[in-house]
């Protein structure tokens, strides 16, 4: 069980908006700690999507964009296109860890 | 040019050792925070563990999972992290990623780039 819960799979029609979340504690996103956002493609390895909260990447179209409030974090895929899907994952740090840790993923699907 | 490239996967059997590498290039090592991730076949990213730099004493951490088993060192001579692994068990069974720490404040990071993963089967 992850310690940032993310919603196993989310889905939408070309050109729809999706939302993921990303829920976390007051160990981690809860207590300020920044959260980042990672696509992975399927057989390749994670890529950056947004990191500190809300900033992308030069490369990562602005259809990305990402957001914080309390202990709750969320990605907001707009305009999907089919080359959208793939897993993404959260990530933060947990204070009473002391580890970075990160979400389930979710499965972004494409219908 | 891919900045970070793992090596040394490969089947191993419970209870075994085998250390990975994680050679870097295109960027400068010696002030680098590197970390390992995992991700065991169909699941999610677990995070390993992390050596800093030098300035920093090549300060270590590690996840719960693999404290007392994996050790993380670093020869900034030859810019390569190593990830060596003990009493191996299957749940151990992943493919591992090396990355490095991105940001001013460790706790804040994010992990980029990535290397292309090495796969370790911890299999009798």
């Known amino acids: 069980q992850s310690v940032l819960t993310q919603p196993p799979s989310v889905s939408g029609a070309p050109g729809q908006r999706v939302t993921i979340t990303c829920t976390g504690s007051r160990s981690n996103i809860g207590a300020d700690y920044d959260v980042n956002w990672y696509q992975q493609l399927p057989g390749t390895a994670p890529k950056v999507l947004i990191y500190g909260n809300n900033n992308r990447p030069s490369g990562v179209p602005d259809r990305f964009s990402g957001s914080k409030s309390g202990a709750s974090a969320s990605l907001a895929i707009t305009g999907l296109q089919a080359e959208d899907e793939a897993d993404y994952y959260c990530q933060s740090f947990d204070s009473r860890l002391s580890a970075w840790v990160f979400g389930g993923g979710t499965k972004v699907t494409v219908l | 040019e891919v900045p970070l490239v793992e090596s040394g996967g490969g089947l191993v059997q419970p209870g075994g050792s085998l250390t990975l590498s994680c050679t870097v290039s295109?960027?400068?090592?010696?002030?680098?925070?590197i970390h390992w991730v995992r991700q065991a076949p169909g699941k999610g990213l677990e995070w390993v563990g992390r050596i800093r730099g030098e300035a920093n004493s090549y300060a270590t951490a590690y996840g719960a999972s693999v404290k007392g088993r994996f050790t993380i060192s670093r020869d900034d001579s030859k810019t390569t992290a190593y990830l060596q692994m003990k009493s191996l068990k299957t749940d151990d069974t992943a493919v591992y990623y090396c990355t490095r720490a991105s940001g001013y404040y460790q706790a804040s990071a994010w992990f980029d780039p990535w290397g292309q993963g090495t796969l370790v089967t911890v299999s009798s």
């Open positions: 295109g960027f400068i090592f010696s002030a680098s925070t």
